[in-house]
């Protein structure tokens, strides 16, 4: 039997969590599949906690964290399976797509995580469907789609790889996908959507609106400089980090005030960054 832990952070999340729950065993039907749920919530104030607690198999390891990623560092850090994966509490996995999923990682001892399309829009319906063009690389987890959720990890590379950053905001999940590129760690491809990424109004990420890309817009920038001070001796890193910070700034200064100052943003820098990414544009970060 195969052990898999699903990982949740939560906080008033009340509105969508009973449907991101009850895609869980759907997701996993036809296989021989033990899940156990790992909750870390935020001090949430509506039902969320009641809605959780109503649910078998889900165990609650947190009511008070310091954010999203400080939930989900806590919900992993009590995992006991062999398998992990991110579902978060606004979102669903899709039909049979687990299980098939697992299947592709237990045929390939040597992958550390297994990852599959994923679906951006309000039901999988309506959804627009986003795929890995080629392997994770440092270039796709800095500039494509991190999609985290979309994949499913061995525990021990979860645990080898280490917490994810709380520091980074919205940009934290791409620094931990790229630390999984920086050391080599190989991932296998499932051909098939694994996950609906929820498009709502709430979305932290991906509800479109003008402050919320300005939050992505700033944690990109955080990255980007966070990434600089690790690269002295890589070349590579440093490339694309300076790419990446070039971008961020465009992007900011444009967000706040369509005639801001540009001309202090490195032009070679900046460039590269739109090269990259017209190259990387609604394209996951890679399998």
């Known amino acids: 039997m195969t052990r898999l832990s699903i990982i949740m952070a939560t906080r008033n999340s009340a509105q969508y969590l009973s449907e991101a729950l009850a895609s869980i065993e759907p997701a996993c039907a036809g296989e021989n599949i033990e899940t156990e749920i790992l909750l870390a919530d935020g001090a949430s104030s509506d039902e969320t906690l009641t809605i959780a607690e109503s649910h078998p198999g889900l165990r609650i390891v947190s009511r008070a964290d310091g954010g999203i990623y400080d939930g989900m560092n806590r919900a992993m850090a009590a995992a006991t399976g062999d398998y992990a994966i991110v579902l978060n509490s606004d979102d669903a996995l899709l039909p049979t797509a687990v299980g098939r999923a697992l299947r592709v990682i237990e045929k390939a001892p040597d992958c550390a995580f297994v990852s599959g399309g994923a679906l951006f829009g309000e039901t999988a319906r309506n959804a627009t469907l986003r795929s890995h063009p080629r392997r994770l690389s440092l270039e796709g987890a800095i500039f494509g789609i991190p999609a985290i959720n979309a994949r499913i990890f061995r525990i021990d590379a979860l645990r080898d790889i280490g917490p994810i950053r709380t520091d980074l905001g919205l940009a934290a999940d791409r620094e931990w996908i790229a630390r999984f590129a920086c050391r080599g760690m190989l991932g296998c491809a499932f051909d098939d959507p694994l996950y609906l990424y929820r498009v709502h109004a709430g979305s932290h990420t991906i509800s479109g609106d003008r402050a919320g890309r300005l939050r992505v817009y700033q944690a990109e920038h955080r990255l ?64």
Do not use: C, M, N, V
């Not at 990434?227 to 590579?236: K, M, V």
């Open 224 to 287: 980007a400089e966070a990434l600089l001070a690790e690269a002295a001796t890589d070349a590579e890193l440093r490339r694309l980090s300076s790419a990446s910070r070039a971008l961020a700034l465009l992007k900011q200064r444009l967000s706040q005030a369509p005639t801001g100052r540009l001309r202090d943003i490195p032009l070679l820098d900046l460039l590269q960054g739109l090269k990259l990414a017209y190259r990387w544009r609604g394209k996951l970060s890679g399998f």
